[in-house]
Each structure stands twice: as structure tokens, then as C-alpha cells.
């Protein structure tokens, strides 16, 4: 054989090399939409720990403002897996998108609490009773937080017609507060700790775990036909997740680290904010109890079927 013809066969064997590498990487990358709060940490720990790497696939973290936007991204193929809250799950599918819960994420009980009630300080309201009338910040309509504030309002005696919900960000809530420019709002974790710990707010309830327990707050989700296939993928990310799940659970100092590395709060911060615990497994008995919420109060016409919305 010719040097020549040598060559050849070497470059030959190179680029059929190089491709079905290049093939091979490029079905096992995927874009995940998510926002950088400590929510997402099972993310995280997944990159950080080598989970992913672990089962073979590569991710691209995709920060986006909310649940709403990476279902949107999703639905528009930009991402291939996003994070939302369970509410935006089930609006979504009502409205005839096609959206799957793969994973578990972020749940909250009683040990983790990580929503709140917040008024100023030296505000005259004293009781639920007191916000009749009144302005209460959400960070958006018709999602897990509206949900369970009303359903929290109505549990005490509080007429929801009478109240007045606007779309605040989380991150702009207390400084909306402190102007006096709406009477309470309906926050999370770290704005709680921060309204707290800063003397300019005291908490009204925990609206989250004093109407559910328990619950999940959030999965990651995809479009079903996704889902459907890339199988292999989907239970590559279930893997990652899980192993992601067991660490961030048991290793609380290394978990606050890994938040403030991926995040822009300190470690002092996530120190002091109550963090969510993480489930692998999507919680159905939870997205039963919720879908029966979301249906009492109208959102949508019929209750869906939960298994209708977990990826097989």
C-alpha cells in the first residue's frame, strides 16, 4: 500500500471516527431551562458531583425568568427539559400542550417551609380578616403560588373577592412592601428570611404547607413526544436526578455551597434561608390534590388524569 493510499485510509477511518462520535455526543446532550434559585439544586449537584457524566449525557443549563417562559421554551423546542412549578404543568396540558413530567423536584412540609405571608413591620393589619380590601403581591397570576395564597385566605375566613392580587417578581417584593405600594406579599425563600432578618416585615403564615403538608412543588418536564423519543435520555436524567436527590437530602453544608456557587447569594445567605427538601419521583398523590384545586377554582374545565401527565 502506497503512503498515499496509507493516508488515505487513516483519514478515512478518521472522519467515520470523528462522526459517529460527534453523533453519538450530540443525542446524548441536552438543554435544560432553569431559574437560579435554590430550587434547582438537584441541577446543581448533578453537575457538580458528576452525575450526569456519571450516566453519559451532557447538559446545557439554560436560565430563564420562570416557570411560564421554560414551558414556553419547551414548546418552541429551545430547551429539551425545563423546570415549573406543578400548577403551570397542569394549565399547560389543559390548553392542549402535549407537557410530561419526568423527575421529581423541590417539596415542601412542615420542616421546610419556604413560603410566607410577609406585611411591614408596623403595618395595622392584625388578622387574615384585615386584608379584605387590601393589595397582595403574587409573582404571577393563575400559578402555584395565587393557588395556594387563596386557597390559605379561604381556610381562614377571608373573603377572596375582596382582595387584590398584582404581579410583583419575587426579587422586587420587599422593596414593593417597604414603599407601601401593596399591603403584604406572597413570597419565598430567600425573600422570606431576608424580609425577616432586615426588621421590615413579619410573617403572616407559611400559605404553602398550611393548606398542603406536604407537596411537591415543582418537576421537570418535557413534551411527550420528547419524552417518548428519547427514552434512553429520559432515563439517563431520572438516574442523575436520583443520585442528585440522595446528596443534596443528606450533605446540607455541601449542598449550601454548591447553591451559592450557582446562584447569587452567598453562603452566609443560603446558610440561613429554609431550603426545600428534594423528591426523585414525582409525587402523584400531590399533583392529585392540586389538580382537584386548580379545578375548584376554575382554572380549568375537567379533572385531568395525573398519569396523563408523567412521562412513562
Same mark, same amino acid.
Not at 221 to 250: D, G, P, Q
Given at each position: 500500500?502506497?503512503?498515499?493510499?496509507?493516508?488515505?485510509?487513516?483519514?478515512?477511518?478518521?472522519?467515520?471516527?470523528?462522526?459517529?462520535?460527534?453523533?453519538?455526543?450530540?443525542?446524548?446532550? /441536552?438543554?435544560?431551562?432553569?431559574?437560579?434559585?435554590? &430550587?434547582?439544586?438537584?441541577?446543581?449537584?448533578?453537575? &457538580? *458531583?458528576?452525575?450526569?457524566?456519571?450516566?453519559? /449525557?451532557?447538559?446545557?443549563?439554560?436560565?430563564?425568568?420562570?416557570?411560564?417562559?421554560?414551558?414556553?421554551?419547551?414548546?418552541?423546542?429551545?430547551?429539551? /427539559?425545563?423546570?415549573?412549578?406543578?400548577?403551570?404543568?397542569?394549565?399547560?396540558?389543559?390548553?392542549?400542550?402535549?407537557?410530561?413530567?419526568?423527575?421529581?423536584?423541590?417539596?415542601?412540609?412542615?420542616?421546610?417551609?419556604?413560603?410566607?405571608?410577609?406585611? !411591614?413591620?408596623?403595618?395595622?393589619?392584625?388578622?387574615? !380578616? =384585615?386584608?379584605?380590601?387590601?393589595?397582595?403581591?403574587?409573582?404571577?397570576? !393563575?400559578?402555584? +403560588?395565587?393557588?395556594?395564597?387563596?386557597?390559605?385566605?379561604?381556610?381562614?375566613?377571608?373573603?377572596?373577592?375582596?382582595?387584590?392580587?398584582?404581579?410583583?417578581?419575587?426579587?422586587?417584593?420587599?422593596?414593593?412592601?417597604?414603599?407601601?405600594? +401593596?399591603?403584604?406579599?406572597?413570597?419565598?425563600?430567600?425573600?422570606?428570611?431576608?424580609?425577616?432578618?432586615?426588621?421590615?416585615?413579619?410573617?403572616?403564615?407559611?400559605?404553602?404547607?398550611?393548606?398542603?403538608?406536604?407537596?411537591?412543588?415543582?418537576?421537570?418536564?418535557?413534551?411527550?413526544?420528547? #419524552?417518548?423519543?428519547?427514552?434512553?435520555?429520559?432515563?439517563?436524567?431520572?438516574?442523575?436526578?436520583?443520585?442528585?436527590?440522595?446528596? #443534596?437530602?443528606?450533605?446540607?453544608?455541601?449542598?449550601?455551597?454548591?447553591?451559592?456557587?450557582?446562584?447569587?447569594?452567598?453562603?452566609?445567605?443560603?446558610?440561613?434561608?429554609?431550603?426545600?427538601?428534594?423528591?426523585?419521583?414525582? =409525587?402523584?398523590?400531590?399533583?392529585?390534590?392540586?389538580?382537584? *384545586?386548580?379545578?375548584? *377554582?376554575?382554572?380549568?374545565?375537567?379533572?385531568?388524569?395525573?398519569?396523563?401527565?408523567?412521562?412513562?
Amino acid at each position: 500500500m502506497t503512503v498515499r493510499k496509507t493516508l488515505s485510509v487513516i483519514i478515512s477511518c478518521s472522519l467515520i471516527y470523528i462522526l459517529q462520535g460527534c453523533h453519538k455526543n450530540s443525542g446524548k446532550r /441536552i438543554r435544560i431551562g432553569y431559574i437560579p434559585i435554590a &430550587d434547582c439544586a438537584q441541577l446543581y449537584v448533578g453537575l &457538580d *458531583k458528576g452525575y450526569f457524566q456519571k450516566v453519559g /449525557i451532557e447538559v446545557d443549563l439554560i436560565k430563564l425568568a420562570g416557570g411560564a417562559k421554560i414551558l414556553e421554551a419547551i414548546a418552541g423546542g429551545s430547551i429539551d /427539559i425545563g423546570f415549573s412549578n406543578v400548577v403551570s404543568l397542569i394549565l399547560a396540558n389543559d390548553a392542549g400542550l402535549d407537557f410530561n413530567a419526568i423527575t421529581g423536584g423541590p417539596r415542601a412540609n412542615l420542616e421546610h417551609r419556604e413560603t410566607g405571608l410577609l406585611i !411591614k413591620k408596623d403595618s395595622k393589619i392584625i388578622s387574615l !380578616k =384585615d386584608l379584605e380590601g387590601k393589595t397582595i403581591a403574587v409573582n404571577t397570576k !393563575k400559578n402555584i +403560588v395565587e393557588l395556594l395564597l387563596l386557597e390559605y385566605l379561604q381556610m381562614n375566613g377571608v373573603n377572596i373577592s375582596k382582595i387584590k392580587l398584582v404581579e410583583i417578581p419575587f426579587p422586587r417584593m420587599l422593596q414593593v412592601l417597604d414603599l407601601e405600594q +401593596v399591603d403584604a406579599i406572597a413570597t419565598i425563600e430567600p425573600f422570606v428570611t431576608f424580609g425577616l432578618e432586615q426588621g421590615g416585615a413579619r410573617i403572616m403564615g407559611h400559605y404553602f404547607t398550611e393548606v398542603m403538608p406536604e407537596l411537591e412543588i415543582s418537576t421537570y418536564n418535557a413534551s411527550e413526544k420528547w #419524552a417518548n423519543s428519547n427514552h434512553e435520555i429520559v432515563n439517563s436524567f431520572r438516574l442523575a436526578i436520583k443520585e442528585a436527590t440522595i446528596f #443534596a437530602n443528606n450533605n446540607t453544608q455541601e449542598l449550601i455551597e454548591i447553591i451559592a456557587k450557582h446562584t447569587n447569594l452567598s453562603f452566609e445567605q443560603v446558610s440561613s434561608i429554609t431550603l426545600p427538601y428534594f423528591g426523585d419521583n414525582v =409525587d402523584k398523590n400531590s399533583l392529585v390534590t392540586i389538580i382537584s *384545586k386548580v379545578h375548584s *377554582k376554575g382554572w380549568i374545565e375537567n379533572e385531568l388524569n395525573p398519569d396523563s401527565l408523567i412521562a412513562k
